[in-house]
């Protein structure tokens, strides 16, 4: 009789084993999942910090410093006249078909259509009169 019992109890105790291990693996899954979900959670927050603080600083460039730069950007790309031509700051881009100048499209009275996207009638030359060179 005696046997009977220690056996069974052996048996219970075997399993009881049996479930706190998988308890354990368990819990240590739900662990690593909690930690990598709280690491995804740390970069999403740095990258939307970064760009706040990237939002932020072009906030306090001064305009005539933000013109100068997005000039630098686009002066090279009026080869074509397919898309609109637009520096990082948002700010779009126009050449003057009379005086070739290259402005921001609020210096403009007139600009864009097919195959001229991208050109236009700058105010100035709106406003002396002056025609088109060709």
């Known amino acids: 009789m005696y046997p009977q019992i220690i056996e069974k109890n ?14 354990e ?8 999942e909690h930690q990598k979900w709280k690491q995804e959670q740390a ?10 603080s990237r939002i932020e600083a ?3 460039i001064p305009r005539e410093e933000k013109e100068r730069q997005g000039y630098e950007q686009v002066k090279n790309l009026f080869t074509q006249q397919e898309n ?3 520096d990082s700051y948002g700010t779009r881009w126009i050449q003057c078909e009379i005086c070739g100048e290259i402005k ?3 210096n403009f009275s007139s ?3 097919i195959d001229r996207v991208n050109l236009g009638i700058c105010s100035e030359c709106s406003r002396s009169g002056e025609r088109s060179k060709s």
């Open 43 to 52: 970069l999403i927050l740095k990258q939307k910090t970064e760009e706040r």
């Open 25 to 32: 693996i368990l819990r240590q899954q739900q662990l690593q």
């Open 104 to 106: 921001t499209d609020s």
């Open 84 to 86: 609109r031509i637009c």
């Open 111 to 113: 600009y864009g259509g």
């Open 10 to 23: 052996n048996k219970q105790y075997g399993e009881y084993l049996k479930r706190r291990k998988e308890q």
């Open 58 to 60: 072009i906030a306090f």
